[in-house]
Every structure is written in structure tokens, then in C-alpha cells.
């Protein structure tokens, strides 16, 4: 495959006519950059925020006339995750994309616009009792967490936002409008573009709507929760929980770089139903029900914006394994490692991001090593300039080449989001 | 045409040749007669007998036989075990149809990870069974899990009773190695969750065999339930029946399954099975709970009210296994037991907001007893028959006919896609889990416009880009691979969208 052209764009003459353009396109909700309008460090020259699905494409029309390099912005609290694009000159702001278009209650299913903060979702699904079944850890737009895909406690029982997605309209680098899915649960008519789009880091399209399955808010929930003093324990206590038939939501474990251990299970149902089966839970733990409270670490990443966040995903029955490996490859490094997991296979860890470089890049490459013997990845999402330029973030992506012809179809002159994705992508 | 007509036949006879070389003679089928055995899948009235059928026995075996036909440019097509009931696995006439059957076995269950490795050709009821004696089970069970293959499955994304609390088969499959159009044997995922780069087996996963064949797949297992309990619930017609599932549903309460038979679908399962169901109904529900068992004693009693409040006239709860089996053997064998009250059907597959119930039950109703159906004039009279998996508003009405009387079938279809138009203008789809294949692809158009066919399509050319991986099926034009709009390429970019049009 062909690598992407680079065609250095816009013109310091040519700014004015680009700005009047996308003014036309998008309700004169345009400006140049200022300070902080950047990506990975990059400084853009422009932000555009459409209005609409309709205003979007003509963003995105205007953007293609101009070979403009665009990347997608929410709240920008994931903005630094993935590589460093190649450049960028335009961010279209998705904020004005914003507001829940429809709540079909009886339906459980929501239609709301990407830019729409998922805090409001889940306020306006909540008034009838409703909720997306996601825990977002980072305060996403909708757009903004179906690009980039993270995950909390309860993908145990509901899975990741792919799971929940049920449809999606998006733009794609040409300005064309497309929609997948639609707004019933059950439909496989026509491939599943959500799940394309689900962790695209924004180089396919530009998603504007959103389509999710909601489910009903659970009546009551309990937290269990345990410290574990051995590591060596972690990997029975997920398995004795798991073999259970008490169905738990999640089951978390914290292992912080200073501090106690925990493993936390969250059960949710009816009230009777919640207490009997926290206290099958706590026999299994071998401690008792408590209060019922989530731990303070419950739902947050383990990483700030100044670390070093790495994910690592593994069969579940080596979820124990990955963190000791994890903590152990660290502490010869001397490096500190907070780390947290889900029984569902996935730890995400952090180490500061003034560590030496040299140590932090071993770590990684360490870490891959080790899970090679089992399934898995090692993922780092974010790591501060300095230190990821000597950093291989994705590792090995089978497939690659198919991902690499799929961009092109859809991207051919890799404009969207360009280099921020896997194997250059 | 007339070269083309005589040179395929040669091309077709090195390529049997170069096929029985790589797989062996008797896994290399093109005896007229042996064909025939696979010239239509579940969807009977579709029949193509395909050039050449071939049973490979290994993954290295099946990119063999895709690399034969990149070579020769001969179209190729995956078939599972068969039961499709859009086409998808119907053969073309001139290529080969690739039957995993020969591809049977369970590769590994491992309870404590929650994951089953299989080959494609696996029974779906097979992995329940191999997990069973650790107490898990594999969650997706269409009404033919006895005989379709997790293959079939897998492109279909396959639904079934359970799938309103469980998921379809893409919550569950978790990875799977592929071959690839290009004969490039690929991995993507695994065990492990959340592999990195595009969610290309979420794509796959529902993609009808239009993007490649599977042979191994890795499957989530579930830890069985510790309870389950089942309930049927007689109403005097399906006005009341919907108005339950609706309470159900707004009371927070997600059943495992909530199945809904309307009087002549009950009429058909007795004449089949003699299910017994409860004398008089308009229509049954059957509504199954299951997980921890305080959670399920404690929502089975709001179910039942929610029942009795929507005024179902009989309430049976199955005491045990035996008679839970015998609520479901008349909503399983609903399909086939409708051949007992007539002499042609069609199965239909629509999917409508859960919501739009009875509205469009109503609209079923008058469009056999007289509203104009799509095309046809006049009263209609054609009967419908409708089952439903009625928690996640997936329609199968049964549209009844006799072939031998002039006229009829040519209704039936008429009313059949009527009925189609319905769930598109109720916000809804034109099928919930038997595939667009080669029966709906016509219909694409109808639910999306041409750009969102389009863009799907460059899917297909990602990965298929001489079009010969299953053609013919889901999109009712092929794209010409290489087309892209947008590039700079004399067209003006502000015409792209006028430009995809053109595609
Ligand atoms: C009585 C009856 C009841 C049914 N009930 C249900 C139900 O409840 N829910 C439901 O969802 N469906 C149901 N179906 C439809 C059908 O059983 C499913 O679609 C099933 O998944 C098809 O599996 P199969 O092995 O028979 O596939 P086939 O019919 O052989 O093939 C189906 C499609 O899969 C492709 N394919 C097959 N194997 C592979 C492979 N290895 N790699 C890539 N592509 C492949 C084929 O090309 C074709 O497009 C029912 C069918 C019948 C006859």
C-alpha cells in the first residue's frame, strides 16, 4: 500500500479564503487557532465547530477542496492518546453536535449527538430510570469515547461501547454523509460501521450521532470489597468469584504503587436479590459484606494526564499474572506502577512520565514480551512528548494490512486524524 | 459472450483439477447429481447448482482453494450447514461453494477462561454440550442450533430466544482466524479482549461471507444459570400480550427471553407438536428469567402480575425441565409446524421498536384481510401467521400460500415485502438475524440511501477487491473496486457527493 501523500497544506494566503469557506459551512462558528487548539502538541491552524450532520459535511467538503488535515475534538480529555498526528490544520469542534434527539423509553434507546457530553446522556436517560450501561472514566463526548474506546468496571458483564452502539452517522473524509446500524437492537442489515468506527482514533470519520441500547438502572447495588495482601491471591479470588452464579456487574482490583491491594465486586439488581448475593460474594472472598460502598479508586484510570498509560489485555484466567508480571518488570526498572483490572482480561497501568525513557521503553517491551506466551496486547495509550517518540504505542496489530487497505478506501489521501492510529495509519 | 461461454467451462475443469491435486479426490465434488445436494440453503426457493463443491479439511486447505480461485478468477462461497434463510449460502453457478463440514471439531474448551475454540463447521449446540459438564454453555441459540454450524452463525451474527438479555453472536465471539479473499490467512483477536487496531472482526463478525471464510473461531462460554424459571401466559389477542411486554419492560425487568405466537401460529405448533397450549388464546407469551436465583424469584413475580394486569386469562409455570422443554417445542418448531396448516410459506425476518407492537400488528392484520398490499390489488386474503421474539421487536410473520393456485405466491411476496415497508416506516429493519443474502439485497435500498451502501461497500473492497468473495449478496449493485470519490482526480471535491451518487 501506498504511503500517504504529503502535500504540506494551507498557505498563509490562502487562510482567509479557507476561514470564509468554512464560515459559509458551518454558521460562522469558525476561528483560528489559539493557544492550546493542538493535538499530541501540535499546534492546528483552525477549529470549526458544525451545528449539524449537514454543516459537518460541508466542513469536511471544504477541508478535502483544501487537503486540509483534520482531527476531531470533544472535550479533549483523550486528545493525547495515540500517536502524534502528522499534522493537523483543522480541529472541528463536535461541542455544537451536542443534545439528546431522541429518548425512546420504551425502547431503551437513545439517539444523541456525538459532541453531547455522556454525562447528559446518562442524566437525561436517568429521569426515566434508564441508563447506558458504560462507565466513563474520563468525562467523554459521545464522539470522543466511540473514537478512542475506553472502558470501566462493568464491560465485565456489558461489554465495551461496541457492545452498546446499536447505530451510528458519520462523515467521511470526502464530505459524504453515512449512516450504519440504525435504531432497533436487533438488525444485521448491512455491515456493522459502528464497531469500525468503535476505537478508530478518528481516522476513518467523522461521527456525528450516536445510536446506543440503554438498559434499566439497577434498583440497587453492593460493593464487596477485600484487600489482598498476597499477590499471589488476586488470581484465585477473580476465579472464585467468576465460577460463581452470582453474576456480578464487575469485578475490579486495585493495586496501587503504595498501599493495600483490593479487589472489589460490584453486584446490581433488585434489593433482595443484591444482599443475597453479596453476602454468596463475601463468603467466597472470605470477608464480609460491608457497607455496601464503592472504593475511592472505583471507576478511575490509574493515570493522570502526566503518566505514562498503558493497557494491557490478557485471557481472563491471567489477570493475576499480567499485574505481578506488570509490577515486578517495574520495581527492576525502578520504576513505580500503579495498576488496575478488570476480571474481563484488561489492566491498565501507569508509570510517571519522568521516568527515564530507556526504563520505560524496556518496560513496554518487557510487558509484550510476556503476554506474547498467552494472548494479548500491550497498548500504550499516552505517554508525555518526551518519552514517546522512543516508544512503540500499539506493538503488534494482526491484520494491519487489512486495516491499512480499509483506510484507504475510506481515507485515501490520509487526511483524518493522519499517523495517530496503529502501524502509521 | 459467446467466448466467455466456452471458455469458463476449461477454466473451470483445470481449476477442479488443480483443487483435487491440493485436497484430495474425494473432497472435491462436481458430479451433476452430487451437486445438487447443495443448490439452495434454508431458503428453498432459490436454486443454483454451483460448478464445484469442495470440503477442505484445514485452514491451509480452505486458503488453498481461495488462492485457486483468486487465480482463476472463479467467484467462491462459504456454506456452514446450510439453513440460511436469506440465500447467503446460495452457490454460484459458475464457482465453487466451499462446505465446512468437514471442519468439526471442538479445538478446546476452557471453562475457567470462559472461551471455546472451534472449528467452523461446530454444531452450535455442540459447544453447549462439550461446556455443559463444567457448568458453562454458549449463549447464542437460534431455533436451529441442532443443525447450523458456528460458522454460519458467525457471518449471519446469528439471534435467538435468549439474545434479548444475552446479546446476538458478535457480543460473543471474541476472535477468529480467517482466510482471507486474498488467501492471506489472518488472526484477529483471540482469548484476550480488545485486540488493538480497527474492530475488523466486529465487521466480520454479520458480514454473510462477503469478506472471507472462517475456520477457527473463539467463543465466549457463560456460567450457567443458577436458577431459570418459565412461564406461559394466554391473552385474548395480541393487543394484550404486547401491552405485558411492554410492562415488563418498563418495570426495569430484563427476561432472558419474552416469545410471543399470535392464534394461528398457536394453531399451527398444535397441529405439529400438540404443545397444549391453553385453549382459546389469541396469543401465548412465553417469558423465561434466569441468573442468580434470588434475583429471578423476585422479578418472577412482577412478570406474572404484569400478566395477569394485561389480562392474561391462563398463567402455566413449568415445574421442571421437562415441561419448560414443552412451552419451547411449540415456539421452536414454529416454522416448520406452519407447513401443517399450509402448503407454501414464507418466513419473514423484520424488526420494529419494540414499542410499535401492536401499531404494526394492527397493520399486518389489515393488510391481509384487505389493505393494499405493495403491488396488489384489492383485499388481499393472504393469512399471516406471526411469532416473535417479541423483547427485542423481531418479527417472523409467516405469510401462507399455495403454490398451485395461480396468483398466490405472487401475493405472498407482495405482502411479504409490504410488511418489510412496514418495519422501515416504523424506524426499524428489514432483518434482525437471517441476513440481507441473496433474498433482501433488493431491499438494501429501501433502508439505506446510496452513499451508506456506498461507504459499505469500500469495506468489501478493503478486503475483497475482485469482488469474488460470496458476490451477489447483501448490496443489490456491486461496486467497482477503485472507485473513489474524492480524490483529486478532475472532478471538483465539491462535487463528491454528486459524484458518489453516480456509483
Ligand atoms: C428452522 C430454522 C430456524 C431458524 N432459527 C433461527 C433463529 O432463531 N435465529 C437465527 O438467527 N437464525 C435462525 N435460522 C437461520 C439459520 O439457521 C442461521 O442463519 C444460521 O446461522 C445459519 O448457519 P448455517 O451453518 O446453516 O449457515 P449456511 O446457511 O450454510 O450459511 C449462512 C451464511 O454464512 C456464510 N458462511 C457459512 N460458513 C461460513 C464460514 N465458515 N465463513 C464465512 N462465511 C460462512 C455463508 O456463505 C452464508 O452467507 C433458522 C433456520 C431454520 C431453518
Known amino acids: 500500500m501506498s504511503s500517504p501523500p504529503t502535500d504540506p497544506a494551507l498557505q498563509a494566503s490562502e487562510i482567509s479564503d ?146 452498546l452502539l446499536i447505530g451510528v452517522t458519520f462523515v467521511r473524509s470526502d464530505g459524504v454523509v453515512a449512516k450504519a446500524g440504525g435504531k432497533v437492537v436487533k438488525n444485521v442489515a448491512g455491515y ?27 434498583v440497587r447495588s453492593h460493593h464487596v470489597t477485600r484487600t489482598i495482601s498476597d499477590a499471589a491471591d488476586i488470581g484465585p479470588a477473580l476465579r472464585a468469584v467468576l465460577a460463581s452464579q452470582t453474576v456480578p456487574s464487575a469485578v475490579d482490583v486495585d493495586w496501587p504503587a503504595e498501599g493495600p491491594r483490593q479487589v472489589s465486586v460490584l453486584l446490581e439488581g433488585t434489593e433482595d436479590g443484591v444482599e443475597q448475593r453479596a453476602d454468596a460474594v463475601a463468603r467466597l472472598l472470605d470477608t464480609d459484606v460491608g457497607d455496601g460502598a464503592a472504593p475511592p479508586w472505583w471507576g478511575h484510570y490509574p493515570f493522570g494526564p502526566d503518566d505514562v498509560a498503558i493497557k494491557l489485555t490478557c485471557p481472563l484466567t491471567e489477570v493475576g499474572t499480567t499485574m505481578r508480571r506488570a509490577h515486578a518488570r517495574a520495581a527492576e526498572h525502578g520504576l513505580s506502577l500503579a495498576s488496575r483490572a478488570s476480571a474481563a482480561g484488561v489492566v491498565h497501568a501507569a508509570t510517571p512520565g519522568d521516568g527515564p525513557p530507556e526504563a520505560v521503553a524496556s518496560l513496554v517491551h518487557e510487558l509484550r514480551a510476556g503476554i506474547a506466551a498467552y494472548d494479548g496486547s500491550v497498548l500504550v495509550l499516552a505517554a508525555p512528548q518526551p518519552l514517546r517518540e522512543g516508544l512503540d504505542l500499539w506493538g503488534p496489530v494482526p491484520g494491519l494490512a487489512l486495516m491499512r487497505r480499509l483506510k484507504h478506501e475510506l481515507d485515501p489521501v490520509h487526511r483524518l486524524s493522519p499517523g495517530r492510529f496503529v502501524g502509521g495509519i | ?40 440453503d434454508g431458503l428453498a426457493h432459490y436454486k443454483v447448482t454451483p460448478a464445484i463443491v469442495v470440503l477442505p479439511h484445514t485452514t491451509a486447505e480452505v486458503a488453498a482453494v481461495v488462492r485457486a480461485c483468486v487465480d482463476e478468477r472463479v467467484p467462491y462461497v462459504a456454506r456452514g ?6 440465500g447467503g449460502a446460495l452457490p454460484s453457478a459458475e464457482g465453487v461453494l466451499v462446505v465446512t463440514s468437514q471442519m468439526r471439531d471442538i479445538l478446546e474448551t476452557d471453562a475457567p477462561g470462559e472461551r471455546a475454540v472451534v472449528q467452523p463447521g461446530v454444531i452450535n449446540l455442540h459447544v453447549s454440550k462439550a461446556a455443559a459438564p463444567e457448568g458453562y454453555y454458549y449463549a447464542p441459540d437460534p431455533s436451529s442450533q441442532q443443525i447450523c454450524s458456528i460458522g454460519g452463525n458467525l457471518a449471519e451474527n ?25 488467501g492471506e490467512i489472518v488472526r484477529l483477536g ?23 471464510i472462517a475456520t477457527e473461531v473463539t467463543v465466549r462460554l457463560l456460567r450457567a444459570p443458577e436458577a431459570v424459571r418459565t412461564l406461559l401466559a394466554a391473552f385474548p389477542s395480541t393487543d394484550e400480550a404486547g401491552g405485558a411486554v411492554s410492562a415488563i419492560i418498563a418495570a426495569g425487568v430484563l427476561p432472558a427471553a419474552v416469545e410471543m405466537m399470535d392464534a394461528l401460529a398457536i394453531e399451527a405448533a398444535e397441529a405439529a407438536v400438540h404443545c397444549d397450549y391453553p385453549q382459546g388464546a389469541g396469543a401465548v407469551l412465553i417469558v423465561e428469567l434466569d441468573g442468580p436465583a434470588p434475583e429471578v424469584e423476585a422479578q418472577f413475580g412482577e412478570v406474572q402480575r404484569h400478566c395477569r394486569d394485561n389480562k392474561a386469562f391462563e ?19 414454529a416454522f416448520a409446524a406452519v407447513g401443517r396448516i399450509s402448503p407454501d410459506y414464507i418466513v419473514q425476518d423484520g424488526v420494529i421498536p419494540r414499542t410499535a407492537l401492536p401499531a404494526v400488528l394492527r397493520r399486518i392484520a389489515a393488510l391481509s384481510d384487505g389493505e393494499q398490499g405493495q403491488g396488489t390489488e384489492g383485499p388481499s386474503g393472504v393469512r399471516v401467521a406471526n411469532v416473535f421474539h417479541a423483547g427485542d421487536g423481531n418479527l417472523h410473520p409467516l405469510v401462507l400460500f399455495d403454490e398451485s393456485v395461480p396468483g398466490e405466491a405472487e401475493k405472498a411476496e407482495a405482502i411479504s415485502g409490504a410488511i418489510l415497508d412496514l418495519c422501515i416506516e416504523y424506524g426499524g429493519s428489514i432483518t434482525g438475524e437471517h441476513g440481507v443474502g441473496a433474498d433482501k439485497a433488493k431491499y438494501m435500498p429501501r433502508m439505506f440511501t446510496d452513499d451508506d451502501l456506498d461507504t459499505m461497500q469500500m469495506l468489501r473492497c478493503a478486503f475483497d477487491p475482485l469482488g469474488l468473495a460470496n458476490p451477489g449478496k447483501i448490496f443489490p449493485t456491486p461496486r467497482l473496486c477503485g472507485e473513489v470519490p474524492g480524490r483529486h482526480k478532475g472532478v471538483h471535491p465539491l462535487a463528491a457527493s454528486g459524484v458518489a451518487e453516480v456509483f
Open chain 1, 18 to 163: 479557507v476561514l470564509a469557506e468554512l464560515a459559509k459551512a458551518c454558521d460562522d462558528q469558525v476561528r483560528r487557532a489559539e493557544d492550546g487548539d493542538e493535538v499530541g502538541g501540535l499546534p492546528a491552524r483552525l477549529v470549526a465547530a458544525p451545528g449539524s450532520t449537514r454543516e459537518a459535511a460541508d466542513v469536511l467538503r471544504v477541508a478535502a477542496d483544501h487537503r486540509l488535515r483534520v482531527v476531531a475534538r470533544g472535550h479533549g480529555t483523550k486528545l493525547h492518546w495515540g500517536a502524534t498526528p502528522s499534522g493537523v490544520e483543522l480541529i472541528v469542534d463536535t461541542t455544537r453536535l451536542s443534545g439528546v434527539v431522541e429518548h425512546a423509553a420504551g425502547d431503551l434507546v437513545a439517539v444523541v449527538g456525538a459532541g453531547t457530553a455522556l454525562a447528559t446522556l446518562q442524566e437525561v436517560v436517568g429521569g426515566a430510570g434508564q441508563e447506558l450501561a458504560f462507565d466513563d472514566p474520563l468525562g467523554s463526548t459521545v464522539g470522543g469515547a466511540i473514537a478512542t474506546s475506553p472502558s470501566g468496571p462493568r464491560r465485565l458483564l456489558r461489554g465495551t461501547l461496541r457492545d
Open chain 1, 192 to 218: 456493522d460501521f459502528g464497531k469500525l468506527l468503535t476505537g478508530s482514533y478518528g481516522t476513518l470519520g467523522l461521527i456525528t450521532e450516536a445510536i446506543f441500547r440503554l438498559h434499566p438502572r439497577p
Open chain 2, 1 to 40: 459472450m459467446a467466448t466467455t461461454a466456452q471458455r469458463r467451462p476449461r477454466d473451470l475443469d483445470r481449476l477442479a483439477a488443480r483443487l483435487r491435486t491440493v485436497l484430495g479426490e474425494g473432497a472435491v465434488i462436481t458430479d451433476r447429481n452430487r451437486l445438487r445436494t447443495y443448490e439452495c
Open chain 2, 81 to 86: 450447514s446450510g439453513t440460511g434463510l436469506s
Open chain 2, 158 to 182: 446469528s439471534g435467538g430466544a435468549h439474545c434479548l438479555k444475552y446479546g446476538f453472536t458478535t457480543n460473543h465471539v471474541t476472535g477468529v482466524e480467517l482466510v482471507a479473499p486474498d
Open chain 2, 190 to 212: 483471540g482469548k484476550a479482549p480488545d485486540p488493538p487496531g480497527y474492530d475488523l472482526l466486529g465487521a466480520f463478525v454479520g458480514s454473510e461471507g462477503t469478506l472471507g
Open chain 2, 315 to 333: 398463567i402455566r409455570i413449568a415445574a421442571d425441565d421437562i415441561e419448560r422443554a414443552l412451552f419451547w417445542k411449540g415456539r421452536k418448531s
